[in-house]
Protein backbone atom coordinates (compact mmCIF):
# COMPACT_ATOMS: atom_id res chain seq x y z
CA UNK A 1 0.00 0.00 0.00
CA UNK A 2 2.72 2.36 1.01
CA UNK A 3 4.48 1.49 -2.34
CA UNK A 4 1.73 2.64 -4.09
CA UNK A 5 1.15 6.12 -2.27
CA UNK A 6 4.36 6.72 -3.00
CA UNK A 7 3.56 5.74 -6.67
CA UNK A 8 0.93 8.83 -6.94
CA UNK A 9 4.10 11.26 -5.30
CA UNK A 10 6.50 9.54 -8.68
CA UNK A 11 3.68 10.10 -10.99
CA UNK A 12 3.35 13.80 -10.26
CA UNK A 13 7.32 13.89 -9.97
CA UNK A 14 7.54 12.06 -13.50
CA UNK A 15 4.96 14.67 -14.95
CA UNK A 16 6.86 17.63 -13.64
CA UNK A 17 10.47 15.83 -15.24
CA UNK A 18 9.07 14.76 -18.41
CA UNK A 19 7.12 17.95 -19.45
CA UNK A 20 10.14 19.80 -18.29
CA UNK A 21 12.78 17.91 -20.07
CA UNK A 22 10.79 17.69 -23.14
CA UNK A 23 9.92 21.58 -23.61
CA UNK A 24 13.82 22.47 -22.60
CA UNK A 25 14.54 22.86 -26.21
CA UNK A 26 11.57 25.34 -26.44
CA UNK A 27 12.90 26.81 -23.20
CA UNK A 28 16.41 27.26 -24.22
CA UNK A 29 15.86 28.97 -27.47
CA UNK A 30 12.89 31.65 -25.70
CA UNK A 31 13.24 31.49 -22.49
CA UNK A 32 11.19 33.78 -20.13
CA UNK A 33 10.43 35.90 -23.90
CA UNK A 34 8.02 32.73 -24.73
CA UNK A 35 5.34 34.23 -22.21
CA UNK A 36 5.36 37.69 -23.63
CA UNK A 37 5.62 37.37 -27.20
CA UNK A 38 2.64 37.47 -29.42
CA UNK A 39 4.28 35.10 -32.44
CA UNK A 40 2.94 31.87 -33.33
CA UNK A 41 4.81 30.95 -36.43
CA UNK A 42 5.70 27.65 -36.81
CA UNK A 43 7.12 28.23 -40.54
CA UNK A 44 10.16 30.73 -39.49
CA UNK A 45 10.12 28.57 -35.89
CA UNK A 46 8.86 31.64 -33.41
CA UNK A 47 6.75 30.76 -30.81
CA UNK A 48 5.00 32.82 -28.46
CA UNK A 49 2.37 32.09 -25.99
CA UNK A 50 0.93 35.43 -24.79
CA UNK A 51 -2.23 34.68 -27.55
CA UNK A 52 -2.83 31.21 -25.49
CA UNK A 53 -2.76 32.54 -21.94
CA UNK A 54 -5.02 35.61 -23.15
CA UNK A 55 -7.63 32.89 -24.92
CA UNK A 56 -7.12 30.96 -21.75
CA UNK A 57 -7.82 33.81 -19.38
CA UNK A 58 -10.35 35.63 -21.19
CA UNK A 59 -12.72 32.83 -21.84
CA UNK A 60 -12.13 31.28 -18.19
CA UNK A 61 -13.47 34.74 -16.78
CA UNK A 62 -16.12 35.11 -18.88
CA UNK A 63 -17.23 31.42 -17.83
CA UNK A 64 -17.22 32.72 -14.02
CA UNK A 65 -18.49 35.98 -14.90
CA UNK A 66 -21.59 34.03 -16.05
CA UNK A 67 -21.55 30.91 -13.72
CA UNK A 68 -20.63 32.59 -10.27
CA UNK A 69 -23.68 33.64 -9.70
CA UNK A 70 -25.83 31.01 -11.07
CA UNK A 71 -24.07 28.78 -9.18
CA UNK A 72 -24.72 30.76 -6.19
CA UNK A 73 -27.85 31.26 -7.16
CA UNK A 74 -28.84 27.98 -7.45
CA UNK A 75 -26.74 26.78 -4.38
CA UNK A 76 -29.07 28.98 -2.05
CA UNK A 77 -31.85 27.62 -3.72
CA UNK A 78 -31.14 24.22 -2.89
CA UNK A 79 -29.64 24.68 0.36
CA UNK A 80 -31.69 26.98 2.12
CA UNK A 81 -34.96 27.72 0.29
CA UNK A 82 -35.64 24.26 -1.43
CA UNK A 83 -38.18 21.38 0.60
CA UNK A 84 -36.18 18.32 1.11
CA UNK A 85 -37.97 16.49 -1.82
CA UNK A 86 -37.57 19.12 -4.17
CA UNK A 87 -33.60 19.42 -3.45
CA UNK A 88 -32.37 16.36 -3.65
CA UNK A 89 -33.65 15.07 -7.26
CA UNK A 90 -32.80 18.83 -8.59
CA UNK A 91 -30.01 18.57 -7.34
CA UNK A 92 -28.96 15.26 -9.21
CA UNK A 93 -29.69 16.46 -11.78
CA UNK A 94 -27.62 19.88 -11.88
CA UNK A 95 -24.57 17.85 -10.80
CA UNK A 96 -25.38 15.06 -14.31
CA UNK A 97 -24.66 18.30 -15.99
CA UNK A 98 -20.94 17.38 -14.59
CA UNK A 99 -21.18 14.06 -16.47
CA UNK A 100 -21.87 15.19 -19.61
CA UNK A 101 -18.65 14.60 -21.80
CA UNK A 102 -17.09 17.61 -22.92
CA UNK A 103 -17.17 16.50 -26.39
CA UNK A 104 -20.60 16.26 -26.44
CA UNK A 105 -20.71 20.53 -25.27
CA UNK A 106 -18.38 21.01 -28.48
CA UNK A 107 -20.73 18.77 -30.47
CA UNK A 108 -23.73 21.08 -29.03
CA UNK A 109 -22.27 23.71 -29.22
CA UNK A 110 -21.12 23.78 -32.84
CA UNK A 111 -24.93 22.88 -34.04
CA UNK A 112 -27.14 24.87 -31.47
CA UNK A 113 -25.36 27.08 -29.46
CA UNK A 114 -23.09 28.79 -31.95
CA UNK A 115 -26.42 29.16 -34.94
CA UNK A 116 -28.48 30.55 -32.04
CA UNK A 117 -26.17 32.76 -30.85
CA UNK A 118 -25.20 33.92 -33.95
CA UNK A 119 -28.94 34.55 -35.49
CA UNK A 120 -30.73 36.19 -31.92
CA UNK A 121 -27.56 36.63 -29.47
CA UNK A 122 -24.68 38.31 -30.56
CA UNK A 123 -26.96 40.77 -33.09
CA UNK A 124 -28.64 42.06 -30.37
CA UNK A 125 -25.43 42.40 -28.26
CA UNK A 126 -23.71 44.30 -31.31
CA UNK A 127 -27.03 46.71 -31.55
CA UNK A 128 -27.20 47.90 -27.59
CA UNK A 129 -23.29 47.33 -26.56
CA UNK A 130 -21.68 47.74 -30.23
CA UNK A 131 -19.99 51.22 -28.85
CA UNK A 132 -17.94 49.51 -26.37
CA UNK A 133 -14.39 46.93 -27.34
CA UNK A 134 -16.19 43.82 -26.24
CA UNK A 135 -18.89 43.66 -29.16
CA UNK A 136 -17.63 44.17 -32.28
CA UNK A 137 -16.09 42.70 -35.85
CA UNK A 138 -18.12 40.28 -37.54
CA UNK A 139 -20.42 38.10 -35.74
CA UNK A 140 -20.02 34.17 -36.90
CA UNK A 141 -21.27 32.12 -33.74
CA UNK A 142 -17.65 30.76 -33.00
CA UNK A 143 -15.64 32.65 -30.90
CA UNK A 144 -14.49 34.08 -27.45
CA UNK A 145 -18.73 34.49 -26.23
CA UNK A 146 -19.16 31.05 -27.13
CA UNK A 147 -16.20 29.23 -25.55
CA UNK A 148 -17.09 31.10 -22.31
CA UNK A 149 -20.27 30.11 -22.09
CA UNK A 150 -20.19 26.73 -23.12
CA UNK A 151 -17.41 26.84 -19.94
CA UNK A 152 -19.50 28.29 -18.12
CA UNK A 153 -22.14 25.48 -18.28
CA UNK A 154 -19.10 22.81 -17.46
CA UNK A 155 -18.67 24.89 -14.42
CA UNK A 156 -21.73 25.37 -12.81
CA UNK A 157 -21.93 22.39 -11.70
CA UNK A 158 -18.94 22.10 -10.05
CA UNK A 159 -19.00 25.38 -8.37
CA UNK A 160 -22.84 24.78 -7.20
CA UNK A 161 -21.79 21.17 -6.17
CA UNK A 162 -18.90 22.26 -3.74
CA UNK A 163 -21.08 25.70 -2.65
CA UNK A 164 -23.62 23.69 -1.61
CA UNK A 165 -21.15 21.45 0.21
CA UNK A 166 -19.97 24.39 2.38
CA UNK A 167 -22.98 26.01 3.09
CA UNK A 168 -24.48 22.81 4.66
CA UNK A 169 -21.29 22.83 6.28
CA UNK A 170 -21.76 26.06 8.13
CA UNK A 171 -23.29 25.51 11.50
CA UNK A 172 -27.14 25.64 12.37
CA UNK A 173 -26.52 27.60 15.59
CA UNK A 174 -25.45 30.72 12.96
CA UNK A 175 -28.54 30.83 11.20
CA UNK A 176 -30.35 30.25 14.81
CA UNK A 177 -28.58 33.02 15.90
CA UNK A 178 -28.96 35.28 13.46
CA UNK A 179 -32.97 34.26 13.28
CA UNK A 180 -32.84 35.00 16.83
CA UNK A 181 -31.31 38.33 16.64
CA UNK A 182 -34.12 39.31 14.33
CA UNK A 183 -32.95 39.00 10.68
CA UNK A 184 -35.12 38.27 7.77
CA UNK A 185 -34.47 35.11 6.39
CA UNK A 186 -32.21 36.71 3.54
CA UNK A 187 -30.38 38.75 6.36
CA UNK A 188 -29.84 35.38 7.49
CA UNK A 189 -28.77 34.19 4.45
CA UNK A 190 -25.92 36.64 4.40
CA UNK A 191 -25.08 35.30 7.61
CA UNK A 192 -24.42 32.17 6.34
CA UNK A 193 -22.66 33.78 3.41
CA UNK A 194 -20.12 35.47 4.90
CA UNK A 195 -19.25 32.89 7.05
CA UNK A 196 -18.57 29.93 4.42
CA UNK A 197 -16.62 33.19 2.37
CA UNK A 198 -13.24 31.34 2.04
CA UNK A 199 -15.25 28.20 0.83
CA UNK A 200 -17.05 29.42 -1.85
CA UNK A 201 -14.27 31.09 -2.93
CA UNK A 202 -12.59 27.83 -3.15
CA UNK A 203 -15.17 26.84 -5.34
CA UNK A 204 -14.98 29.63 -7.30
CA UNK A 205 -11.29 29.01 -7.78
CA UNK A 206 -11.41 25.31 -8.35
CA UNK A 207 -14.30 26.14 -10.90
CA UNK A 208 -11.53 28.41 -12.39
CA UNK A 209 -8.84 25.07 -12.65
CA UNK A 210 -11.42 23.13 -14.04
CA UNK A 211 -12.20 25.73 -16.89
CA UNK A 212 -8.47 26.46 -17.27
CA UNK A 213 -8.32 22.57 -18.35
CA UNK A 214 -10.91 22.26 -20.09
CA UNK A 215 -10.12 21.09 -23.79
CA UNK A 216 -12.67 19.94 -26.08
CA UNK A 217 -15.41 21.65 -25.78
CA UNK A 218 -13.51 24.92 -26.15
CA UNK A 219 -11.56 23.55 -29.88
CA UNK A 220 -14.91 22.96 -31.11
CA UNK A 221 -15.97 26.53 -30.43
CA UNK A 222 -13.81 29.05 -30.21
CA UNK A 223 -12.11 29.80 -33.41
CA UNK A 224 -8.53 28.44 -32.94
CA UNK A 225 -6.91 31.54 -34.14
CA UNK A 226 -3.66 32.98 -32.19
CA UNK A 227 -5.00 36.90 -31.93
CA UNK A 228 -5.41 38.97 -29.01
CA UNK A 229 -8.45 40.67 -29.15
CA UNK A 230 -11.01 42.19 -27.05
CA UNK A 231 -14.01 41.77 -28.72
CA UNK A 232 -15.58 38.96 -27.68
CA UNK A 233 -17.40 37.99 -31.21
CA UNK A 234 -13.26 36.98 -32.96
CA UNK A 235 -12.16 33.77 -32.62
CA UNK A 236 -9.34 33.13 -30.03
CA UNK A 237 -7.15 30.13 -28.49
CA UNK A 238 -6.65 28.28 -25.76
CA UNK A 239 -3.76 26.81 -24.28
CA UNK A 240 -5.42 23.30 -24.49
CA UNK A 241 -6.92 23.67 -27.86
CA UNK A 242 -3.31 24.31 -29.32
CA UNK A 243 -1.88 21.67 -27.99
CA UNK A 244 -5.27 19.73 -28.83
CA UNK A 245 -5.11 20.82 -32.76
CA UNK A 246 -1.61 20.77 -32.95
CA UNK A 247 0.46 18.52 -31.18
CA UNK A 248 0.00 15.50 -34.37
CA UNK A 249 0.68 18.30 -36.69
CA UNK A 250 3.83 19.38 -35.06
CA UNK A 251 6.73 19.19 -37.81
CA UNK A 252 10.28 19.36 -36.17
CA UNK A 253 11.68 19.38 -32.62
CA UNK A 254 11.25 22.62 -32.04
CA UNK A 255 7.70 23.05 -32.61
CA UNK A 256 6.69 20.05 -30.29
CA UNK A 257 8.75 21.46 -28.01
CA UNK A 258 6.99 24.97 -27.87
CA UNK A 259 3.81 22.69 -27.60
CA UNK A 260 4.99 20.85 -24.27
CA UNK A 261 6.34 23.90 -22.49
CA UNK A 262 2.76 25.26 -22.98
CA UNK A 263 1.60 21.93 -21.78
CA UNK A 264 3.66 22.79 -18.90
CA UNK A 265 2.45 26.23 -18.06
CA UNK A 266 -0.75 24.69 -17.90
CA UNK A 267 0.03 21.77 -15.76
CA UNK A 268 1.98 24.08 -12.94
CA UNK A 269 -1.24 27.18 -13.33
CA UNK A 270 -3.85 24.09 -12.37
CA UNK A 271 -1.84 22.71 -10.14
CA UNK A 272 -1.37 25.62 -8.13
CA UNK A 273 -4.91 26.88 -8.84
CA UNK A 274 -6.05 23.58 -7.49
CA UNK A 275 -3.86 23.44 -4.40
CA UNK A 276 -5.22 26.67 -3.37
CA UNK A 277 -8.76 25.68 -4.02
CA UNK A 278 -8.66 22.49 -1.90
CA UNK A 279 -6.73 24.42 1.19
CA UNK A 280 -10.23 26.85 0.86
CA UNK A 281 -12.66 24.03 0.70
CA UNK A 282 -10.81 22.07 2.93
CA UNK A 283 -10.73 24.35 5.87
CA UNK A 284 -14.06 24.75 5.59
CA UNK A 285 -15.82 21.40 5.32
CA UNK A 286 -13.24 19.64 7.63
CA UNK A 287 -15.04 21.70 10.64
CA UNK A 288 -17.88 19.62 10.67
CA UNK A 289 -17.00 16.90 9.22
CA UNK A 290 -18.17 17.13 5.85
CA UNK A 291 -17.75 14.61 2.82
CA UNK A 292 -16.32 17.03 0.41
CA UNK A 293 -17.85 15.29 -2.71
CA UNK A 294 -15.90 17.57 -5.64
CA UNK A 295 -13.37 16.01 -7.81
CA UNK B 1 -35.37 36.76 -4.35
CA UNK B 2 -36.42 33.55 -3.73
CA UNK B 3 -37.92 33.83 -7.54
CA UNK B 4 -34.60 34.66 -9.00
CA UNK B 5 -32.74 31.48 -7.17
CA UNK B 6 -35.14 29.52 -8.15
CA UNK B 7 -34.72 30.82 -12.34
CA UNK B 8 -30.99 29.89 -11.79
CA UNK B 9 -31.88 26.44 -11.05
CA UNK B 10 -34.18 26.48 -13.41
CA UNK B 11 -31.87 27.45 -15.89
CA UNK B 12 -29.26 25.08 -14.92
CA UNK B 13 -31.70 21.98 -15.17
CA UNK B 14 -33.68 23.07 -18.41
CA UNK B 15 -29.84 23.44 -20.01
CA UNK B 16 -29.48 19.78 -19.19
CA UNK B 17 -32.94 18.37 -20.36
CA UNK B 18 -32.59 20.64 -23.45
CA UNK B 19 -28.90 19.36 -24.51
CA UNK B 20 -30.08 15.46 -23.45
CA UNK B 21 -33.17 15.86 -25.59
CA UNK B 22 -31.74 17.08 -28.70
CA UNK B 23 -29.31 14.58 -28.57
CA UNK B 24 -32.00 11.68 -28.52
CA UNK B 25 -33.80 13.96 -31.06
CA UNK B 26 -31.06 14.11 -33.69
CA UNK B 27 -29.06 10.92 -32.93
CA UNK B 28 -32.44 8.87 -33.02
CA UNK B 29 -32.79 8.86 -36.81
CA UNK B 30 -29.02 7.84 -38.03
CA UNK B 31 -29.11 4.59 -35.62
CA UNK B 32 -29.18 0.81 -36.77
CA UNK B 33 -27.47 -2.23 -36.00
CA UNK B 34 -25.71 -2.00 -39.00
CA UNK B 35 -24.48 1.31 -37.31
CA UNK B 36 -23.61 0.16 -34.78
CA UNK B 37 -21.54 -2.74 -36.03
CA UNK B 38 -19.64 -1.59 -39.15
CA UNK B 39 -16.39 0.42 -38.86
CA UNK B 40 -16.23 3.75 -41.01
CA UNK B 41 -16.13 4.18 -44.46
CA UNK B 42 -15.79 6.86 -47.27
CA UNK B 43 -18.64 9.42 -47.25
CA UNK B 44 -21.64 8.43 -49.39
CA UNK B 45 -20.80 4.80 -48.16
CA UNK B 46 -23.06 5.03 -44.91
CA UNK B 47 -20.37 2.92 -42.55
CA UNK B 48 -20.75 2.66 -38.72
CA UNK B 49 -19.05 2.97 -35.58
CA UNK B 50 -18.74 -0.89 -34.54
CA UNK B 51 -14.70 -0.70 -34.47
CA UNK B 52 -15.49 2.91 -32.16
CA UNK B 53 -17.60 0.85 -29.68
CA UNK B 54 -15.08 -1.88 -29.45
CA UNK B 55 -11.96 0.26 -29.21
CA UNK B 56 -13.54 2.47 -26.21
CA UNK B 57 -14.29 -0.81 -24.68
CA UNK B 58 -10.64 -1.84 -25.27
CA UNK B 59 -9.78 1.08 -23.55
CA UNK B 60 -11.84 1.20 -20.62
CA UNK B 61 -10.51 -2.31 -20.02
CA UNK B 62 -7.01 -1.25 -20.24
CA UNK B 63 -7.25 1.30 -18.12
CA UNK B 64 -9.89 -0.74 -15.63
CA UNK B 65 -7.37 -3.09 -15.35
CA UNK B 66 -4.17 -0.98 -14.85
CA UNK B 67 -6.24 2.05 -12.66
CA UNK B 68 -8.82 0.56 -10.40
CA UNK B 69 -6.35 -1.78 -8.32
CA UNK B 70 -4.25 1.32 -8.20
CA UNK B 71 -6.52 3.25 -6.94
CA UNK B 72 -8.27 1.26 -4.58
CA UNK B 73 -4.66 0.45 -2.97
CA UNK B 74 -4.24 4.25 -2.61
CA UNK B 75 -8.15 4.83 -1.08
CA UNK B 76 -6.90 2.02 1.10
CA UNK B 77 -3.06 3.73 2.19
CA UNK B 78 -5.06 7.08 2.63
CA UNK B 79 -7.57 5.74 4.48
CA UNK B 80 -6.24 2.74 6.98
CA UNK B 81 -2.45 2.67 6.87
CA UNK B 82 -1.38 6.23 6.24
CA UNK B 83 -0.90 8.17 9.17
CA UNK B 84 0.86 11.34 9.98
CA UNK B 85 2.34 14.02 7.22
CA UNK B 86 3.33 11.49 4.40
CA UNK B 87 -0.63 10.75 4.46
CA UNK B 88 -1.24 14.41 3.92
CA UNK B 89 1.01 15.07 1.65
CA UNK B 90 -0.55 11.86 -0.62
CA UNK B 91 -3.54 13.03 0.06
CA UNK B 92 -2.74 16.53 -1.43
CA UNK B 93 -1.14 15.15 -4.31
CA UNK B 94 -4.03 12.48 -5.33
CA UNK B 95 -6.43 15.93 -4.92
CA UNK B 96 -4.29 17.79 -7.55
CA UNK B 97 -3.84 15.25 -9.63
CA UNK B 98 -7.66 14.75 -10.14
CA UNK B 99 -7.33 18.45 -11.25
CA UNK B 100 -4.86 17.96 -13.82
CA UNK B 101 -6.25 18.68 -17.16
CA UNK B 102 -6.63 15.98 -19.17
CA UNK B 103 -4.54 17.19 -22.02
CA UNK B 104 -1.59 17.09 -20.04
CA UNK B 105 -1.58 13.60 -18.61
CA UNK B 106 -1.66 12.64 -22.79
CA UNK B 107 1.31 15.31 -23.42
CA UNK B 108 3.19 12.87 -20.16
CA UNK B 109 1.72 9.74 -21.71
CA UNK B 110 2.85 10.73 -25.28
CA UNK B 111 6.49 11.36 -24.01
CA UNK B 112 7.03 8.77 -21.49
CA UNK B 113 5.17 5.63 -23.62
CA UNK B 114 4.46 6.67 -27.45
CA UNK B 115 7.96 8.36 -27.98
CA UNK B 116 10.07 5.61 -26.77
CA UNK B 117 7.51 3.21 -28.56
CA UNK B 118 7.82 5.67 -31.69
CA UNK B 119 4.38 4.38 -32.84
CA UNK B 120 1.00 4.98 -31.26
CA UNK B 121 -0.99 2.45 -29.30
CA UNK B 122 -3.73 1.69 -27.38
CA UNK B 123 -1.49 0.53 -24.43
CA UNK B 124 -0.80 4.29 -24.20
CA UNK B 125 -4.39 5.32 -24.64
CA UNK B 126 -5.28 2.87 -21.75
CA UNK B 127 -2.05 4.07 -19.87
CA UNK B 128 -3.18 7.49 -19.93
CA UNK B 129 -6.85 6.66 -19.09
CA UNK B 130 -5.40 4.71 -16.11
CA UNK B 131 -3.45 7.98 -14.67
CA UNK B 132 -6.64 9.86 -15.08
CA UNK B 133 -8.94 7.32 -13.47
CA UNK B 134 -6.78 6.61 -10.35
CA UNK B 135 -6.91 9.48 -8.56
CA UNK B 136 -10.65 9.47 -8.92
CA UNK B 137 -11.23 5.79 -7.61
CA UNK B 138 -8.39 6.97 -5.12
CA UNK B 139 -10.69 9.54 -3.46
CA UNK B 140 -13.96 7.31 -3.61
CA UNK B 141 -12.49 4.32 -1.90
CA UNK B 142 -10.92 6.40 0.64
CA UNK B 143 -14.25 8.08 1.32
CA UNK B 144 -16.05 4.80 1.63
CA UNK B 145 -13.67 3.11 3.80
CA UNK B 146 -14.06 6.01 6.20
CA UNK B 147 -17.80 5.56 6.42
CA UNK B 148 -17.47 1.84 7.55
CA UNK B 149 -17.96 2.15 11.92
CA UNK B 150 -15.12 1.41 13.89
CA UNK B 151 -17.14 -0.89 15.53
CA UNK B 152 -16.36 -3.29 12.89
CA UNK B 153 -12.56 -2.75 12.65
CA UNK B 154 -12.48 -2.87 16.53
CA UNK B 155 -14.47 -6.10 16.73
CA UNK B 156 -12.06 -7.66 14.04
CA UNK B 157 -8.49 -6.76 16.26
CA UNK B 158 -10.15 -8.02 19.61
CA UNK B 159 -10.64 -11.04 17.89
CA UNK B 160 -6.69 -11.12 17.25
CA UNK B 161 -6.63 -10.26 13.45
CA UNK B 162 -3.53 -8.27 12.29
CA UNK B 163 -4.39 -4.96 10.47
CA UNK B 164 -3.84 -6.63 6.81
CA UNK B 165 -6.50 -9.52 8.07
CA UNK B 166 -8.66 -6.93 9.46
CA UNK B 167 -8.14 -4.47 6.08
CA UNK B 168 -8.77 -7.35 3.40
CA UNK B 169 -10.74 -9.59 5.63
CA UNK B 170 -13.52 -7.10 6.95
CA UNK B 171 -13.34 -4.01 6.27
CA UNK B 172 -12.99 -3.91 2.24
CA UNK B 173 -16.38 -6.69 2.03
CA UNK B 174 -18.27 -3.99 4.48
CA UNK B 175 -17.52 -1.24 2.04
CA UNK B 176 -17.04 -3.18 -1.69
CA UNK B 177 -20.30 -1.90 -2.56
CA UNK B 178 -19.77 1.71 -1.88
CA UNK B 179 -15.97 1.25 -3.64
CA UNK B 180 -17.78 -0.49 -6.31
CA UNK B 181 -20.31 2.38 -7.09
CA UNK B 182 -16.81 4.62 -6.81
CA UNK B 183 -15.31 2.32 -9.61
CA UNK B 184 -18.56 2.55 -12.09
CA UNK B 185 -18.53 6.37 -11.68
CA UNK B 186 -14.47 6.57 -12.44
CA UNK B 187 -15.82 4.39 -15.47
CA UNK B 188 -18.47 6.34 -16.70
CA UNK B 189 -15.98 9.36 -16.29
CA UNK B 190 -13.24 7.77 -18.05
CA UNK B 191 -15.47 6.55 -21.44
CA UNK B 192 -16.33 10.23 -21.82
CA UNK B 193 -12.13 11.67 -22.35
CA UNK B 194 -11.36 12.29 -25.33
CA UNK B 195 -7.93 15.09 -25.01
CA UNK B 196 -5.67 12.47 -23.87
CA UNK B 197 -6.45 9.79 -26.20
CA UNK B 198 -5.80 11.96 -29.39
CA UNK B 199 -2.42 12.20 -29.40
CA UNK B 200 -2.32 8.33 -27.51
CA UNK B 201 -4.22 5.92 -28.99
CA UNK B 202 -4.85 8.22 -32.20
CA UNK B 203 -7.34 6.30 -33.92
CA UNK B 204 -7.88 4.28 -36.60
CA UNK B 205 -10.42 2.94 -38.89
CA UNK B 206 -10.10 -0.84 -38.41
CA UNK B 207 -11.51 -3.58 -35.94
CA UNK B 208 -8.27 -4.11 -33.76
CA UNK B 209 -7.69 -5.18 -30.33
CA UNK B 210 -3.69 -5.34 -30.38
CA UNK B 211 -2.27 -3.43 -27.55
CA UNK B 212 0.43 -2.03 -30.11
CA UNK B 213 -1.71 -0.35 -32.51
CA UNK B 214 -3.54 2.66 -32.67
CA UNK B 215 -7.44 2.26 -32.01
CA UNK B 216 -10.62 4.28 -32.60
CA UNK B 217 -12.57 5.24 -29.57
CA UNK B 218 -16.13 6.70 -29.77
CA UNK B 219 -15.00 10.22 -28.43
CA UNK B 220 -12.04 10.75 -30.87
CA UNK B 221 -14.76 9.77 -33.81
CA UNK B 222 -17.47 11.99 -32.59
CA UNK B 223 -14.34 14.68 -32.42
CA UNK B 224 -13.11 14.22 -36.19
CA UNK B 225 -16.58 13.52 -37.60
CA UNK B 226 -18.14 16.82 -35.67
CA UNK B 227 -15.65 18.74 -37.48
CA UNK B 228 -15.79 17.33 -40.85
CA UNK B 229 -17.61 18.92 -43.70
CA UNK B 230 -19.84 16.34 -44.48
CA UNK B 231 -23.58 16.16 -43.66
CA UNK B 232 -23.61 12.67 -43.42
CA UNK B 233 -20.69 12.62 -40.99
CA UNK B 234 -22.80 14.94 -38.50
CA UNK B 235 -25.51 12.79 -38.45
CA UNK B 236 -22.87 9.97 -37.29
CA UNK B 237 -21.81 11.99 -34.92
CA UNK B 238 -24.79 12.68 -33.20
CA UNK B 239 -26.16 8.90 -33.12
CA UNK B 240 -22.17 8.26 -31.49
CA UNK B 241 -23.38 11.01 -29.18
CA UNK B 242 -26.40 9.26 -28.45
CA UNK B 243 -24.58 5.82 -27.64
CA UNK B 244 -22.18 7.47 -26.03
CA UNK B 245 -24.86 9.25 -23.20
CA UNK B 246 -26.37 6.32 -22.60
CA UNK B 247 -23.49 4.74 -21.82
CA UNK B 248 -22.44 7.08 -19.50
CA UNK B 249 -25.93 8.48 -18.14
CA UNK B 250 -26.76 5.05 -17.59
CA UNK B 251 -23.90 4.64 -15.40
CA UNK B 252 -24.71 7.85 -13.38
CA UNK B 253 -28.36 7.17 -12.67
CA UNK B 254 -27.80 3.31 -12.40
CA UNK B 255 -25.21 4.56 -9.21
CA UNK B 256 -27.21 6.94 -8.37
CA UNK B 257 -30.33 4.69 -8.06
CA UNK B 258 -27.82 1.97 -6.50
CA UNK B 259 -27.12 4.55 -3.17
CA UNK B 260 -30.32 5.91 -2.65
CA UNK B 261 -30.82 3.19 -0.07
CA UNK B 262 -28.00 4.24 1.91
CA UNK B 263 -28.60 7.80 3.01
Keep these: MFLVALLMVGIVVAMVVALAADSMLSIRQFGFGFLTSQRWNPIQGDFGALPFIYGTVASSLIALLISVPLSMGIAIFLVEQAPYYIARPVGFLVELLAAIPSVVYGLWGIFVLAPFLREYIEPALAKWFGWTPFFRGSITGIGLLTGGIILAIMVTPIISAVVRDVLTAVPGTQREAALALGATKWEMIRVVLVNGAPGIAGAVILGLGRAVGETMAVTMVIGNRPQISFSLFEPSYTIASAIANEFTEATGDLYLSALVELGLILFLVTFVVNGIARVLVWNVTRKTGGVGKAA | ?263
Design chain 2, 1 to 263: MTSLTALCTLLAVSALLIIISYIAWKGIGSLSFQFLTDSPKPVGEGGGIGNAILGSLVLLLISSVFGLPLGICVGIYLSEVGKGRLAGVVRFIVDTLTGIPSIVTGVFVYAVLVLPMKHFSALAGGVALALIMIPIVARTTEEMLKLVPHSLREGALALGAPQWRMTMGVIIPAAAPGIATGAMLAIARVSGETAPLLFTAFGSRFFTTSLNEPIASLTVQIYNYALSPYDEWHAQAWAATLVLMTLVLGINIMVRFLTRKKF
